[in-house]
């Protein structure tokens, strides 16, 4: 459910509704977890808590947010308060993005007598400018969100124990002795990863702003099958780590994050790591596996197919900064 009222000249707030059938505490820490946005909320491609204030029965968090609003990825800073007694998170935009003026709004979770949740999204947005323009394009960007963001949140808690199962996270490493500059400007460069890997069969990179980049990738698998992948990714020169979220993922998922991570190990050498998480799809295991494949057996093929692919990259990037450094 969604409705959209003015209030006061050039604000207005929108109100976003959906029943849980799990209980309030665990659709509340879904919500309080930032760490697992991105796994969870479709939108969302990356969460960084700048501040984190613990206090009372909650605390205070300053988070810095990448999110796809309108098909482009957007990034703010936003202050959050969390109330677990109350069940409510409230936050507000303390850096926003063009062509947002303000924007807060509240998470609230009401239980109800038969041990569900109704959980409510509120936004109070203000353009710049109060621009018509601008005032419609939000709208539509809050409402597209505030929709998938709540469908999500219901499926993810409705997994209840289950989710453990289905989500995991593992991780690649190369020790190289060359320079941190050199390993992280291999995967920067991902254009050039068709001729530079031989699993990868074609990637077209677009990069409007410095630093967010969106790829759209085909991988050829051992048996020679090409499989389709977009990805949007978050570089972080300064710091030597690349994030990045599938749009598009193999049937066998419902999630799949990453990053690259370079780190200097101060006797000349860099270890260069990559990280996935990944979520399962049941119904997907079974459309891809068969009706009678396992949880085990599915991520063991996602773990093999996804640990080949980043080890090749990272034994060429080694092969590049070392070749680099001689």
């Known amino acids: ?26 659709v509340y820490g879904l919500i309080a977890d930032v760490a697992a946005w991105p796994q969870v909320f479709g939108p969302t491609v990356h969460v960084e808590v700048l501040d984190d204030v613990p206090g009372g029965t909650g605390g205070e968090q300053l988070l810095r947010i990448w999110a796809i609003a309108n098909e482009q990825v957007r990034t703010w800073t936003s202050r959050r308060v969390l109330d677990p007694d109350a069940l409510t998170i409230t936050f507000r935009q303390v850096v926003s993005a063009p062509p947002v003026a303000s924007m807060g709004g509240e998470w609230r979770i009401e239980p109800a007598e038969d041990g569900t949740s109704r959980v409510v999204l509120l936004h109070d947005y203000r353009a710049a400018g109060d621009d018509p323009a601008a005032e419609e394009l939000i709208e539509r960007a809050v409402d597209r969100n505030s929709r998938a963001e709540l469908a999500a949140l219901k499926t993810a808690a409705e997994l209840g124990d289950a989710r453990d199962e289905l989500h995991f996270t593992f991780h690649d490493s190369e020790t190289i002795v060359g320079a941190a500059g050199d390993v992280y400007a291999f995967l920067d460069r991902a254009d050039l990863w068709p001729e530079r890997l031989p699993h990868v069969a074609r990637l077209d990179l677009t990069e409007d702003e410095p630093g967010i980049q969106t790829m759209d990738m085909d991988t050829r698998s051992p048996d020679g099958s090409l499989h389709n992948t977009t990805s949007v990714r978050v570089c972080f020169e300064d710091r030597h780590m690349i994030v990045y979220k599938q749009l598009r993922v193999p049937v066998a998922m419902s999630g799949h994050t990453g990053r690259w991570v370079i780190e200097s190990q101060g006797d000349g050498t860099v270890k260069a790591t990559s990280w996935h998480t990944v979520t399962l799809d049941p119904d997907g295991v079974r459309s891809a596996l068969g009706p009678q494949a396992t949880l085990a057996e599915a991520r063991a093929l996602v773990r093999r197919a996804l640990g080949t692919n980043s080890s090749t990259t990272l034994r060429h990037a080694k092969e590049y900064a070392e070749e680099a450094r001689a």
Do not use: Q
């Not at 459910?1 to 665990?26: D, K, L, R, Y």
């Open 1 to 26: 459910m969604a409705t959209v009222t003015p209030t006061t000249p050039g604000t207005h707030v929108t109100e976003h509704s959906v029943t849980v059938s799990a209980p309030p505490a665990t």
